[in-house]
């Protein structure tokens, strides 16, 4: 091969070859180019499908479960006076409520010393709530008002008794709060051995001895309910309605507010109306894929493809048909949902609000009671969705057919390849050839030129 092609015959090999070549492998790069994008675009379009199948399973999961239907609405008169919540256990009602008093913890206050080094005393200090007691030993070492504040906190069997020091313009006052409140959380404070300096700190009522002052009573909370009286220990009362719970936040004794609780009926229907809304959307999806059009004359990359046509008949002749649940209806229809002539669903509120109001309870085995509705397209989808459903074996098929495809071009390039050296030998033969013969061509002229009476009869 010369060093460098088409030297010897002037011909543009490199460029003549390249020309060849490509002729030579265009129409394989287009056919492969070409079934590369349909390929490719059917993965994207099951990728599509399966996108909006996911959105619809999700739009299905709050109906496949019945306390989804189980909301409760509740309403307050006055929620500066309490507040509540309900739950599934309670019942429609409404109900006068009175708040008589909150329930208090028991809070004791000590006289005033002098500084948080204050000697108190030595002994032994026990406290006492209701069945819970703990007993700290004081000595000279930590006698002090801080050392005892600290002995109290620290104690291991402590269950919620805060020992504190606050100051004011006579002293330091230890005060003792309990973190239970109602009158179980009562305190008694007894003092024994020792000096005799923690006498200051007892507080016996049932002895005789309250030497600490009651800064807050041990109250329980005290509430009329539709004038019953119920008390609580604490300022969250739950067991005086079934299922509702009263957080109490203020006394006005003597005055009703109301308390409603009612069936939350919105929240369920809007969980239906995205449920139709969501299914409709994943029917644009599968029919933008699968769809003619007879203006342009294309189709969509999955039209004709069976796998989508069975996706689409198994979730319309669910949607279509009748329900193997424990609902008294049988069918999306007999509450309001129908399908359009283009396979969307569409409702009529007139007729799910009737139902809702008259049924509601029924409406929610239809969707999430065993054979339900959400519960059987639920597991549809699943099947559609899993590993080795529909959607994924065909997948595997086309990433199969792109993986073909790209060996294809590896084979075509090797070929392609070969082509190239092939013309490159011969096209610089032929350059070697005509180098040749045109050093022969001038020898040749040299020669005759140099022969004696030849007349040169270039001008």
Known sequence: MLAS?????????NSLVAQLVSAEGAPVQFRLDREEAAVQARISAYGSIKSALSDFQAALTPLSDLAGFEGRQVTVGDETIFTASADSNSVRGAYAIQVETLAQAHKLRSDAYTGLDSAIGTGTLTITSGTD????????????????????????????????????????????????????????????????GLDSLVFDPTGGTTNLTEVNAPTDAELTIDGLSFTSSSNTVTGAIEGVTLDLLSADSGVSYNLSIGIDRAAAKEQVINLVDSYNTLIEAINDQTNFDAESLIGGPLLGDTTTRGIIGELRSTIGGF????????????IGITTDLDGKLSIDNTVLDDVFDASF????????????????????IDSFLDTEGQIETRLEGLNTDVEDISEQREALAQRLEAVEARLFIQFNALDTLVAELNSTSSFLGQ????????????P
Do not use: M
């Open 447 to 458: 020669q005759l030129n140099s022969l004696p009476g030849f007349a040169n009869n270039t």
């Open 133 to 196: 007691a703990f007993a700290i030993i004081v000595n000279e070492q930590n006698n002090s008002l801080a050392d005892i504040r600290d002995a109290i906190n620290d104690s291991p069997n402590n269950k919620g008794i805060l020992a504190t020091v606050v100051s004011s313009v006579d002293g330091q006052h230890l005060v003792l709060t309990n973190s239970e409140t109602g009158s179980a959380g009562a305190l008694t404070i007894k003092a024994s051995g020792g000096d005799g």
């Open 323 to 334: 329900a193997d649940s424990l609902s008294t209806f049988r069918s999306l229809a007999e």
């Open 5 to 13: 092609p088409g030297i010897g015959s002037g011909l543009d090999i």
């Open 361 to 380: 309870d029924e409406v929610g085995r239809l969707f999430a009671s065993e054979g339900g509705f959400a519960v059987s397209l639920t597991s549809l």
